[in-house]
């Protein structure tokens, strides 16, 4: 009976629900998030009633305030009144008394900066009321015989207290005395802005008769308002307005014993909403960081209950994965701790019996893989033999083309590359003998440029055309020519019987672009003597070898082409200097001499202007010629300006220097120059030459130069047409 295997058997899937944490977890989450909202509304309205009743109390203050004001005034009022009645008793009784008379006047003086004002009044039945107004308030006095007071706005349009007292005079009942004083809005301001408060007053129509500022909202009370202020003595109400919610406390202010006013006292309840607005906020801060706190501290909680529920489930998953050494380290003193107990030596006894099992399997594979393992090494070996074998040759190809690829960058010129190319073929595939041989497009002909093993001088002449033996044959074929016996190949023509060579031979043409560079020739003494991997590396070097060739020859006609100057092809002034700078080192290190012949042409201005710059281009390409053809081969022909030229003749004094002008300036005259005849005066072109000489002018080819030129402007102020030696002074040496 076959034990299963517990890394293969899994059990069946099945559908997975809310863990152990989560059903522990979130019934007391929701519980927490419940009573933190509760808490929270609890806590809003609650606030929200603590700021209602501080606005409350605010207004119940400033009512007071404007309560005691008032009846402040009043008795002031009222003492006055008496105080005036008396005095106008005393002024009727004691008429020749002047100090009755002061005194009075001192009354006045203090109600007038006390801004009250006085007013006597007689009114009979056949005389009108000055003040219609107060024609009820003067009925009541006369009635009861008792000052009565009024709050009013209808004397000249400003609200204020007014009291009306009798004056008895010898049994006259028409006499009245009557104070008034403003309280107006500035009075309600002065009041309430202590307590940041708005307040208007009403009659008990609701009739606004004074106001604290424009930003008091005066609210309209209703008939049940009415009432119900009638039976508590005041009332809170709340009404919107454009700025917001106002909360409004309304009071009666009772005037003397006969007359009262309606006093409406209002704040802003927009601080109330902001502030719920602020507590709320926190609030909800608080307990959510209170909760945030109690749920971690719980959810700490849970998980240490249930963490010996997630070791067991890691547990079984490490068993399922066939880890049997998996055993549950942290085992409690609870039940869960006497599952883990079992599981571990369930676990035991089953890697006991899988190892069993695997020992004796493992034998059995043991032995038939050593049995394949051995055939595999042996066929591996060879392999590996093979591409060692391989990997040497790709390794003498890539040292050949390294070497190949500095020889290029590093050899300054072909002569160099040359010998540095057959070095590395030579170290490369042992050859016996190497020609090569350099493509000359001109004549069409292969020419060999470097040999190694075979007599050079036999080999100076050899030349081969495209259909002349084997190389002639890789030349225009593009293509690799191995001949491995030369003895028995007549294609193969010795170098046209110059040397004699035996045994295997291989011509690779050196191509780069599909163009033809030369021709590589190799040679072995022994036939049949190059391999496979040999040809292929030959034909690597060869290529490589092709591009060398290319790049060098590039950089020397760059190198020729910045010497030359583009219109007449002489030397340019650039290379004349480096030229001259050498010439000076060599007369200086042998104690020899030479000469600067500055020339210029007369009168090349009027050829130019007559002719046109192309033909006068044309003149000056002409006369460069003329002078190049006319020096010796050591000497060097310059154009130095635009029609101005300068040679340097080595070895030669200034009598030399002035032979030879004046042999160039008898060239030039008989030279036949197109349109001299009709531009330059006399019908022919001429030179003017200046001569200066190395040392004994001067020993700086700057100022040997400059003494050249000023011998030119001598000779060109002697009429032109002349060569002129400078005869000054020497300079100082440098």
Not at 126 to 149: I, T
Not at 314 to 321: D, V
Not at 378 to 400: C, G, M, Q
Not at 407 to 422: G, K
Request: glycine content about 6%; overall charge neutral; hydrophobic content about 40%.
């Amino acid at each position: 009976m076959t034990t299963p295997d517990p890394a293969t058997t899994s059990p069946a899937p099945r559908k997975r629900g809310l863990s152990l944490r989560a059903k522990l977890f979130l019934p007391l989450a929701l519980l927490l998030v419940l009573l933190g909202m509760a808490a929270l509304f609890g806590s809003l309205d609650m606030a929200s009633s603590v700021v209602e009743r501080t606005i409350d109390d605010r207004l119940s203050s400033g009512s007071e305030v404007l309560f005691r004001d008032f009846k402040k005034q009043e008795e002031v009022l009222l003492a006055y009144a008496n105080f005036l009645e008396q005095f106008h008793y005393l002024a009727n009784h004691f008429e020749q008394n002047d100090e009755i008379g002061i005194l009075q006047d001192r009354l006045f003086s203090t109600l007038e900066r006390e801004n009250i004002s006085v007013t006597f009044i007689s009114i009979t039945e056949d005389s009108p009321s000055p003040f219609p107004a107060l024609s009820s308030l003067f009925e009541q006095v006369r009635r009861s015989h008792q000052p009565r007071f009024r709050y009013t706005d209808q004397l000249n349009g400003l609200p204020m207290l007014v009291v009306a007292a009798p004056l008895r005079s010898r049994g006259d009942n028409n006499q009245f005395l009557l104070l008034q004083v403003i309280m107006g809005g500035d009075f309600l301001a002065q009041a309430c802005k202590p307590l940041g408060l708005s307040a208007s007053l009403h009659d008990l129509s609701g009739k606004v008769l004074a106001s604290s500022g424009p930003d008091a909202t005066p609210m309209k009370l209703t008939p049940e308002h009415i009432g119900e202020l009638g039976k508590r003595g005041r009332l809170f109400e709340k009404h919107d307005s454009a700025a917001g919610p106002v909360r409004h406390l309304f009071t009666l202010i009772p005037l003397g014993s006969s007359d009262m006013i309606l006093l409406s006292l209002e704040s802003s309840a927009t601080e109330l909403a902001t502030l719920k607005q602020t507590l709320a906020m926190r609030l909800l801060l608080t307990i959510g960081v209170a909760l945030l706190i109690g749920a971690f501290i719980y959810y700490r909680a849970v998980s240490a209950i249930i963490r010996p529920a997630r070791e067991l489930t890691e547990a079984a998953k490490a068993l399922s994965r066939g880890n049997l050494s998996y055993r549950i380290e942290q085992i409690p003193n609870d039940e869960l701790g006497a599952v883990a107990q079992t599981f571990n030596e369930m676990a035991g006894r089953l890697e006991t019996v899988y190892q069993e099992k695997t020992v004796k399997e493992t034998a059995l594979v043991l032995a038939q893989q050593e049995a394949r393992t051995k055939a595999i090494i042996e066929r591996k070996n060879r392999e590996v033999e093979k591409a060692n074998a391989e990997l040497r040759a790709h390794l003498r190809e890539i040292s050949a083309l390294y070497q190949l690829n500095q020889a290029m960058v590093s050899a300054p010129d072909l002569n160099i590359l040359f010998d540095r190319v057959l070095q590395v073929v030579v170290e490369t595939l042992n050859c016996d003998q190497i020609v090569l041989l350099l493509y000359n497009p001109g004549e069409s002909v292969l020419e060999v440029a470097r040999s190694l093993g075979l007599n050079n001088e036999a080999l100076r002449e050899v030349k081969f055309t495209f259909d002349q033996g084997v190389t002639g044959l890789a030349a225009q074929s593009l293509r690799q020519i191995y001949v491995k016996d030369v003895e028995k190949d007549p294609r193969y023509l010795n170098y046209h019987g110059q040397v004699a060579t035996r045994g295997s031979f291989v011509s690779s043409p050196l191509v780069i672009k599909g163009r033809l560079v030369g021709v590589l020739n190799l040679h072995k003494r022994e036939a049949d003597a190059f391999v496979a991997s040999e040809l292929k590396m030959i034909q690597a070097i060869a290529n490589q070898t092709g591009m060398a060739i290319d790049n060098t020859q590039l950089i020397e006609k760059a190198r020729d082409l910045t010497n030359i100057d583009d219109l007449t092809g002489l030397a340019n002034r650039r290379h004349f200097q480096e030229i001259l700078k050498r010439e000076v080192a060599q007369a200086r290190r042998f104690s020899s001499n030479f000469s600067i012949l500055m020339c210029d042409i007369d009168h090349f201005d009027q050829y130019n202007s007559k002719h046109g710059r192309m033909r006068g281009d044309a003149l000056l390409r002409q006369v460069g010629q003329v002078l190049l053809h006319n020096t010796r081969g050591i000497d060097l022909v310059c154009r130095f300006g635009n029609e101005e030229f300068v040679i340097m003749l080595p070895k030669t004094n200034k009598q030399g220097g002035l032979a030879a002008a004046e042999k160039l300036r008898q060239c030039i005259c008989k030279e036949d120059f197109p349109g001299a005849a009709e531009s330059q005066p006399g019908g022919r072109l001429t030179l003017s030459f200046g001569i200066s000489e190395f040392p004994a002018d001067s020993k700086n080819i700057y100022e040997l130069l400059n003494l050249a030129d000023r011998a030119l402007s001598s000779a060109k102020n002697q009429g032109r047409n002349r060569a002129v030696i400078w005869e000054g002074p020497a300079p100082v040496a440098d």
